[in-house]
Each structure stands twice: as C-alpha cells, then as structure tokens.
C-alpha cells in the first residue's frame, strides 16, 4: 500500500512501547509516547491515523485522552489496549472516546495486526468517501447552475 500507515501508541510504561514497536516497526511507521502530553506533541506533528493507548496511566486514563483529541482529531481510529477489563469502561470507551476496538493486554500479534489492518481499511474507506461526497457536491452546484444557466436563457 502507497498510502502511510502510521499508529500512534500511548503507555506509561516503556518496556510496553519497546516490545509493540519491535513487533510491528517493518509493518507501520510507530510514534510511541509515555504520557498524554507527549502523545498531543506527536499527534500536532505527523499525520497519524490510529491511537492505541492504554486505559490506565498516571496523568489520565486512555478514555480521557481519547475524549480529549475527539475535536481535533475526529478522523482517527482509537483503540484501547489494557490489562484491565471491566464492562463500565468499555461503555465509556465507546461512547465518550469513539472507539473503535478495546483489546485485552497481552495482546496476540497476529491478532493485533488483522485488527490494525482493519482499522486503516476504515480508515482509508471513510477518507475516500469524504473524497466523493465532496465530489459529488461540487458536480451538483454545477448541475445547479447550469440549470440556472438554461432557465435563464
């Protein structure tokens, strides 16, 4: 694929982000950060198209920050990686941060990657649709007019 596959991946704990980026570097460009603030730094710079994060970290849960970038980044997949699993925060997970997929630590590689490989086919799927139905609009303004154009005349 021509097209960037870049995952931003968010964990408080280093050796975390050391083994996701080992597993998955040759396959994706990875951004890794151990803390939120670091994460809006990345996100402000490359054009990232997956957060993954980790629910429970020091400055704020993965939910907060993927509440937080919801404005700002509205076109990007989020996916919520942890050790913990209990079904309030996965409702939250869903409807406060737009999340795409919730995966239980540790995660299956082989796994992780269909679920990766998935979410950038979402991804470029709603790009190229926002892509036509911007199309689409333009031709019909200009059907609009020509039909103006003929009423007119």
Known sequence: MDKPLNIL???DE?????GFKANFRRLYTIYTA???KDAKAILKENNIQIIITDQRMPDMTGIEFLESILTEYPDVIRIILTGFTDLETVIKAINKGQVYKYISKPFNTEELKITLDNAFEVYYLREENKELTR??????EQLEFMLRQKLLS
Do not use: G, H, M, Q
């Open 14 to 18: 280093a050796n975390n982000l050391i």
């Open 9 to 11: 991946y968010i964990d």
């Open 34 to 36: 151990e803390s939120a």
């Open 135 to 140: 199309k689409l609009l333009v031709a019909n």
